[in-house]
T-cell receptor
């Protein structure tokens, strides 16, 4: 069965650089969620989209922005990267806002 | 402020034993309580979930017990196996509002010794 695809799997950036993370939801899933997980931490909700519109917002820094495109894939754009942004970023998808979220394998971002 | 509190932080169980992880919540608007299993470098995977109108749900070796009045729920893993060694997260969400975003507990690192 198709799963949530995230790219890249690993990303290394310098401080103050920008990064773009991509998420391709399960086919026919129209809702996407972004989470940030620090080492040994629980996933923290950043932002979500339903039918290409932002549906909810969590603890996402102003330096980050995201959008969902017409094919339902989503991108998380991160600017002015800081050391503290180093984390595992997960994308999850669901169908019509259903409570069952399916997670991708994540993007490991390292900011040096 | 942690909306979903989870304990213990880590757990060591012998093969064949029972693993028990507990969670508590405050927000009575939560109406969906899943458990996720996460292996290193992987995304969380849905294990089992329960709604407040049910006190217990069992799927294979995994059982959720739910106490609505106490606002607590727990995961029991029967006949624990070394392959169950992973981090387990409880979570909660509610269908009201814009989304069903999950609020996670702090996680429990389970090690099942052979």
């Amino acid at each position: 069965a198709a799963g949530v695809i995230q790219s890249p799997r690993h990303l290394i950036k310098e401080k103050r650089e920008t990064a773009t993370l991509k998420c391709y939801p399960i086919p026919r899933h129209d809702t996407v969620y972004w989470y940030q997980q620090g080492p040994g931490q629980d996933p923290q909700f950043l932002i979500s989209f339903y039918e290409k519109m932002q549906s909810d917002k969590g603890s996402i820094p102003d330096r980050f922005s995201a959008q969902q495109f017409s094919d339902y894939h989503s991108e998380l754009n991160m600017s002015s990267l800081e050391l503290g942004d180093s984390a595992l970023y997960f994308c999850a998808s669901s169908f019509e806002g259903n409570e069952k979220l399916f997670f991708g394998s994540g993007t490991q971002l390292s900011v040096l | 402020q942690q909306q979903v509190k989870q304990s213990p932080q880590s757990l060591i169980v012998q093969k064949g034993g029972i693993s028990i992880i507990n969670c508590a919540y405050e927000n009575t608007a939560f109406d969906y309580f899943p458990w996720y299993q996460q292996f290193p470098g992987k995304g969380p995977a849905l294990l089992i979930a329960i709604r407040p109108d049910v006190s217990e749900k069992k799927e294979g070796r995994f059982t959720i017990s739910f106490n609505k009045s106490a606002k607590q729920f727990s995961l029991h893993i029967m006949d624990s196996q070394p392959g169950d060694s992973a981090t387990y997260f409880c979570a909660a969400s509610n269908g009201l509002g814009a989304t069903n975003k999950l609020i996670f507990g702090t996680g429990t690192l389970l090690a099942v010794q052979p």
